[in-house]
């Protein structure tokens, strides 16, 4: 599904690289968590994956396809990405927003289909947003916002899911339905989808597979319990944990700085 060769990424004037030789593979049906410090270029590296920045050398191969050679209309109707900063949409309403994700899926006119209104009204149930369709994005707490966005993501129905960081604003209940949510998807439709979460609880719990990425590189992957060790988190967080589990999951306190 995507497929990432040997890919490096560099700005001007910066010595290292912020995306070093790296190389990975997310089929349909993996659910692929990328965690790491801040500064790690995780950011950076979906930004790659969605075609919102190209390459220094390496490739990056969507459908077996480099994403190079796609045009960005035809990459939207196969890779949704939900940015830590999304433009803002304060002047549409709740659904308006939301149909915004079928449009690479509409004409050059934009108009809706019947599978449009009931892709919108399903991504609308899904995300507990009936109640406030027709009210004004601006009118919204932050996190109703957040759910919104997600499920403009969820309405795009594309073969590939990037997220960035799509816990952030919600309280522990969404946190959860969110990743709920995704698991869901994942499993029902065989998304490939990577996300960027800086809750390890959040990743070992509902990701496949981990990936641990740091100063522009990849430093581990694989099962929560291979990845997220005492000693690994030491190494690349600079923070103590205790670590544990409950019915099968992995949990996490933190202690101290390191």
């Known amino acids: 599904m995507l497929s990432v060769h040997d890919v490096t990424f560099r700005v ?46 390496g490739q990056i ?16 109707s196969h890779v949704s990405l939900l940015s830590q900063f999304a433009p803002p949409v304060f002047e549409y309403t709740v659904r308006e927003v939301v149909a915004m994700g079928r449009a690479p899926h509409q004409d050059a006119w934009l108009r809706m289909r019947a599978e449009d209104e009931r892709a919108v009204d399903a991504a609308l149930a899904r995300w507990e947003l009936d109640a406030l369709a027709s009210r004004a994005v601006a009118t919204l707490s932050g996190g109703e916002q957040k759910r919104v966005a997600l499920a403009r993501i969820f309405a795009q129905a594309t073969e590939v899911m990037l997220l960035d960081e799509p816990g952030s604003s919600l309280d522990l209940r969404q946190t959860i339905s969110l990743h709920e949510h995704i698991a869901s998807e994942v499993r029902e439709r065989k998304v490939a989808c990577v996300a960027v979460t800086h809750d390890l609880a959040i990743a070992a719990r509902f990701a496949t597979r981990i990936v641990l990425f740091a100063k522009g590189s990849i430093q581990a992957e694989g099962t929560a319990d ?8 030491r190494e690349v967080f600079g923070a103590e944990v205790a670590l544990g589990t409950h019915q099968g999951m992995r949990w996490f306190v933190p202690i101290r700085t390191a």
Do not use: H, Q
């Open 61 to 76: 191969l969507l459908l077996g396809r480099n994403l190079r050679e796609w045009e960005r209309p035809r990459i939207a």
């Open 12 to 57: 001007a004037g910066v010595e290292a690289p912020l995306v070093g030789n790296v190389s990975f593979d997310v089929f349909p049906g993996d659910f692929v968590c990328i965690v790491g410090p801040n500064g790690a270029g995780k950011s950076t590296l979906l930004s790659l994956l969605g075609g919102a920045l190209a390459p220094t050398s």
């Open 226 to 233: 291979e990845v997220l060790t005492e000693a690994r988190v």
